[in-house]
């Protein structure tokens, strides 16, 4: 009855009916200030990820655009390593040609 009146008894039951209010009010407030602490250190590793993923779909997006131009040139620099070795295997076999002419003549002929 003490409590809903809001008198005190002066009875012995008064350390039985003693109201947890207080200490209940103490521990929501830490409670609540953890909360909010993990939450903070939450939301900076949730923003991070998200800065890191949209940084990854801009550089897509700007391979995308330029896709067809890259393509392109990597085609383009291929080539010209197959021409560039192919080149070298003419100069190559054009220069053994010649020199196995020239031994022929000078071997062969006697020098004439």
């Not at 897509?60 to 390593?81: C, E, M, P, T």
Request: hydrophobic residues 40%.
């Amino acid at each position: 009855m003490t409590i809903l009146t809001g008198k005190q008894e002066t009875s012995g039951s008064q350390s039985l009916l003693a109201s947890p209010v207080a200490s209940l009010t103490e521990l929501g407030a830490a409670l609540l200030k953890e909360a909010e602490a993990l939450a903070q250190s939450g939301e900076i590793e949730q923003r991070q990820k998200i800065v890191a993923e949209q940084n990854e779909l801009l550089d897509r997006k700007v391979l995308s655009a330029a896709k067809d131009r890259l393509i392109k040139r990597r085609n383009l620099l291929q080539d010209d390593g197959r021409f560039a070795a192919a080149l070298t295997e003419v100069n190559t076999k054009g220069i053994t040609h010649k020199a196995n002419e020239l031994i022929d003549l000078h071997l062969t002929n006697g020098g004439v």
